[in-house]
Each structure stands twice: as C-alpha cells, then as structure tokens.
C-alpha cells in the first residue's frame, strides 16, 4: 500500500462525482458547490463519485424533498461491482407532508444483505441540510447523522461473517419512484402533481483511501482506528431506544431458523 494523505476538502462536485443518469435532471450549481437530482413521472436522476475508496470518513450533506415526498426514495450509498458485490447504505423513504422521513440503513458483503435497520429522524431533513457520514475502516462501519452514531456494524470475519474489506467502492446517490413500497407499504402513492420531486447535496468530504491501478493511497491516521467512546456509544443507544423501528436482529419471524450470526455476539 501506497500511504499519502488524500482528503477531498470542500468537495467539488464537478472534479468528484459524474452524473450518471436521468439526462438533464442532475445538475451541479454555484461552481460546482451544489448538486441537484430531481424525479419527475418519466425519470429519476442519479450520480456517482469518480473515484473508487477502501476504508475512509465520508461525509455528505443532504436536504431531501420537501413536502408530500410519498412514494420516492432518495439513495446515498458506497457499492462495488458484481454478483458478490458489496454495500453501505443510507436510503430516505419518503412520507405525507408533515410526517417523519424513514430512514433505512443496510449493509451488504460478498452479496449477501438482508441487513436492514430503519429510524424516524428526529428532525425534518427538508428544512436544511444535514451531514450524513460513515466511518469504514477494517474494525468496523458507523452510520452517522450529523455526528451521531446511530448504527454499528462490526468486523466479524473471525466468527465466519463476510465484512466488507477487500473491494473498493465508489459513492452513488439517486432518487427515483418507489411508490410500490416505499411509503406504508406502498399503500400511500406518489402524488405526481408535485413534481419535480428535488434532493440536494454540499459540503462533500472525504478523508479516505483512493483506489487506483490496484494501488491505495490514503491518510492511515485518526479514522482508521477510529472507535466509538463511551459518550458516543450512550449517544448511539439513545438513538437506537427513542428513534429505531425496525432492527433485523430482532425479527425472529423473519429469520426462523435463527437470527443471523453477528446478532448474536
């Protein structure tokens, strides 16, 4: 491994990311500072970073779609390539004016997801923009919203539980219609006469190993032993107690024949 400090400051969206879909509905604004996707009946938009990172503190600000956003989902997420591919994410399912955005998180290694933990924000993630970041080093993936960890999923390769260390991932983000599921099981539809449906994004950051020729460039300092203090991990059970709906590990109708393997160490 090849170690120098990469930090991407700032985040310019025009040397970072590419608009990868949706034709004119992903845009980058004001220099290069902002970024834009929007849904409309014909299409969403989507994006994703040039660059390909292993390990790294990735942060990102977001303000999702105001108003009656039922029915869309709007993605921010790490994936690599192929049928065993792997997978960090932040997915926002929208809701009914007024109503809290779900907040879905989910983790996939070697392929295999089904990972799923879901939190009403406690918040509206409309009026402003918030920081979502994740922490991924070899230890461990930290979800984190705006500096408070809210999940944890830990490296348990020794109890036989594939974790995601050995792929690069690149950054992507889009939003699109999901009125069949995303909003109370898809019986709430998307009401079309409120499009564009628009998310926006700033203030990328991310001090992480580049990937590039096979070869990693990265700051080995700070984040990459980084754990979570007593202070944080009361911070992450308050949010887990007051603000989780949905935990995989404690579905046992969903899992029968028992939970999965890092539910029970």
Known sequence: MVVSSITTAGGIFRQEFDISWGDDRGKILNDGKLLTLSLDKTSGSGFQS????????????????????????????LSSQGPTHD???????????????TLHTNVFSQ?????EQQFKLWFDPTNNYHTYSLLWNPQHIIFYVDATPIRQFR??????????NKQPMKIYSSIWDAEDWATRGGIV?????????????RNFNADACVRSSGVSKCNTTGWLTQQLDSANQKRMKWVQKNFMIYN????????????????TI
């Open 50 to 77: 040039k660059n390909e990172y292993l390990f790294g503190m990735i942060d990102m600000q977001l303000k999702l779609v105001p108003g009656n956003s039922a029915g869309t989902v709007t993605t921010y997420y």
């Open 87 to 101: 997978e960090i994410d932040f997915e926002f399912l929208g809701n009914l004016s007024g109503d809290p955005y």
């Open 111 to 115: 392929g295999k997801g089904n990972r």
């Open 155 to 164: 490296n348990n390769e020794k109890n036989g539980v594939p974790y995601p």
């Open 189 to 201: 539809k998307t009401d079309w006469t409120n499009a564009p449906f628009i998310a926006s994004y």
């Open 248 to 263: 995989y590990c404690t579905d046992f109708k969903r899992f029968p024949q028992g939970l999965p393997t890092e539910c």
